[in-house]
């Protein structure tokens, strides 16, 4: 079945860095979009970015302010995150989709927490 595994998130100050991770495994991963959501607390899921099969394109929201690179590794079947210059407001769930919509397989999420 599909399955999808995040990690490396935690507490960072803000200004700080994060290189998120997310395994994939039983389905062809080189096959299809991936993308990264997150979720504040109280809040629905908020879309972050998201990447073509081949990792050659990858789309942002204007809000992010070029701050997040998404990027990815088909031989390794992994999907990465690379957070930068980190605010108080970037804090939440970060989960991995498979493809862009938040209606699909999605993992269990990892927590980012920025504060100082």
């Known amino acids: 079945q599909v399955q999808l595994v995040e990690s490396g998130g935690g507490l960072v100050p803000p200004g700080g860095s994060l290189n998120l991770t997310c395994s994939a495994s039983g389905f062809d991963f080189s096959s299809y979009y991936m993308s990264w959501f997150r979720q504040a607390p109280g809040k629905g899921f908020e879309w972050v970015a998201s990447?073509?099969?081949?990792?050659?394109?990858?789309s942002y929201p204007d809000r992010l302010e070029g701050r997040f690179t998404i990027s990815r590794d088909n031989a390794k079947k992994t999907l990465y995150l690379q957070l930068n210059r980190l605010k108080p407001e970037d804090t939440g769930l970060y989960y991995c989709f498979r493809d862009t919509s938040k209606l699909g397989p999605r993992g269990q999420g990892t927590q980012v927490t920025v504060s100082s």
């Open positions: 990447i073509n099969t081949g990792g050659s394109a990858t």
